[in-house]
Nanobody, 121 residues
């Protein structure tokens, strides 16, 4: 089995910082693109940032210059450093990854359980 486990969410004041982590575990052959999505109450889930296995990154316009995605391939972990947080960043943040498990030749999409980030004014 393969699973993604997030950590690092919590309550922070506007202007503050948080760092999210997501570790992939299980019988993994390789991991392709990893990313972070978020869903605020009443809204659809939206892309925050992605990073390929080679390190190429992509960000939503709303977080460019404030958030940084990175990964440690030796630890099967992706990070999201969030600075200058705003109240509109409040959401449940989900880790996403395309993983090739050892029992398949093709990748499958996996999601974490989500971690709540609350930014207070």
């Amino acid at each position: 089995q393969v699973q993604l486990v997030e950590s690092g969410g919590g309550l922070v004041q506007a202007g503050g910082s948080l760092r999210l982590s997501c570790e992939a575990s299980g019988t993994i052959s390789s991991i392709n693109t990893m990313g972070w999505y978020r869903q605020a109450p009443g809204n659809q889930r939206e892309l925050v940032a992605t990073i390929t296995s080679g390190g190429s990154t992509n960000y939503a316009d709303s977080v460019k210059g404030r958030f940084t995605i990175s990964r440690d391939n030796t630890k099967n972990t992706v990070y999201l450093q969030m600075n200058s947080l705003k109240s509109e960043d409040t959401a449940v943040y989900y880790c996403n990854a395309y993983i090739v498990p050892r029992w398949r030749r093709l990748s499958s999409e996996y999601w974490g359980q989500g971690t709540l980030v609350t930014v207070s004014e």
